[in-house]
């Protein structure tokens, strides 16, 4: 059976700290991992990767897949409040996205 | 340029009543997922249509149901509504012709079975 599982699940940090999620996956037919920032409702989309060793970066995010292992990592640096969310990752394989639970990500003054 | 709409926004539903929620893709999309999010869980695929034909289904049982209009937007219906089926309704859209690229979300309709 398919499956996407994130790590932690739940994480608190300061301001200014840096922080890695790690996304595992099992899924047949992979054509793409995908990472998403959901605060309220709307999952909103930061990042899709397809190959191996290529980071992303978008500002202070930044994420890179290794398809041999079967894991991607999310890295924020220089966190900021306005980075408190859950951050979802998500397989695609044949038309439909798999999700993991999901890492609540909490960051203080 | 529009993204994903949704609507309703919220809902509140009896056991055993019907519902139907819709969805608009964002302009340029032609394939539509209906998804749903437990709380504190990760969303999970109901469904998807493409060409007015459901192309896939998750694992959910018949009482739910959808359908695709000629100008892409979509519904999903649920009948015989159980407590377990409260939850965040998300719809995502994505273009089949251009690849499948990333998947656009709607805000997501948020159902209450009481």
């Known amino acids: 059976e398919d499956k996407v599982v994130q790590s932690p699940l739940s994480l608190v940090v300061h301001e200014g700290d840096t922080v890695t999620l790690n996304c595992s996956y099992e899924v047949t037919n992979f054509r793409s991992l995908l990472w998403y920032k959901q605060e309220k409702k709307a999952p909103t989309f930061l990042f899709m990767l397809t190959s191996s060793g290529i980071e992303k970066k978008s500002g202070r995010l930044s994420s890179i897949l290794d398809k041999k292992e079967l894991f991607s990592i999310l890295n924020i640096t220089a966190t900021q409040t306005g980075d408190s969310a859950v951050y979802l990752c998500a397989v695609g394989g044949g038309g439909k996205l798999i999700f993991g639970q999901g890492t609540e990500l909490s960051v203080k003054p | 340029d529009a993204g994903v709409t949704q609507s309703p926004t919220h809902l509140i539903k009896t056991r055993g009543q019907q519902v139907t929620l819709r969805c608009s893709p964002k302009s340029g999309h032609d394939t539509v997922s209906w998804y749903q999010q437990a709380l504190g869980q990760g969303p999970q695929f109901i469904f998807q249509?493409?060409?007015?034909?459901?192309?896939q289904r998750g694992n959910f049982p018949d009482r739910f149901s959808g359908h695709q209009f000629p100008n892409y937007s979509s519904e999903l219906n649920v009948n015989a509504l159980l407590l377990g089926d409260s939850a965040l309704y998300l719809c995502?859209?994505?273009?089949?012709?251009?690849?499948?690229?990333?998947?656009?979300f709607g805000q997501g309709t948020r159902l209450t079975v009481v």
């Open positions: 249509y493409y060409e007015e034909e459901e192309r």
């Open positions: 995502a859209s994505t273009s089949y012709r251009a690849g499948n690229t990333e998947a656009f």
